[in-house]
């Protein structure tokens, strides 16, 4: 079968008998009319002003997304507002949050497993102000 683009929405499908892609085609069959294109971005209008999505905050820390995502479904790091259930959830994160996620890289970096690295109670020797360098 061969690539084609949707005439529709114009995403690329591998084409069957039609020029539609799958959702298009499913839609045009439910509703006798073509698969709307545009949709009204509501969380767009929810979205605070300070919060970044969680892409724009791995590439901030340098955490991977999966590794991010992983923390979250495993309830080690949790995003001030959360938009949505379910599979269509929407992060988005407070500067705080990453400034925490940051230190938290850092932390594992150094040496320290995630679990390790959230612990509040630190030995001395491994409490670091702004001015104290990481151990190499």
Sequence with gaps: MAMSVCVNCGRAHRMHRTDLCGACYQYQGAHGV???TVF???LAERQPDDALTT???AVRTGIGLRVLRSWVHRDLVTPSYAVGFGSGVHWWWSPA???FLASLKARIDWGMTVEGALRR???PSLQFDST?????
């Design 132 to 136: 104290t360098a990481p151990p190499k």
């Design 97 to 99: 949050d990453v400034v």
């Design 40 to 42: 009204n971005s509501f």
């Design 121 to 123: 109670d630190d030995p």
């Design 55 to 57: 892409t724009e905050v």
């Design 34 to 36: 073509n698969r709307p």
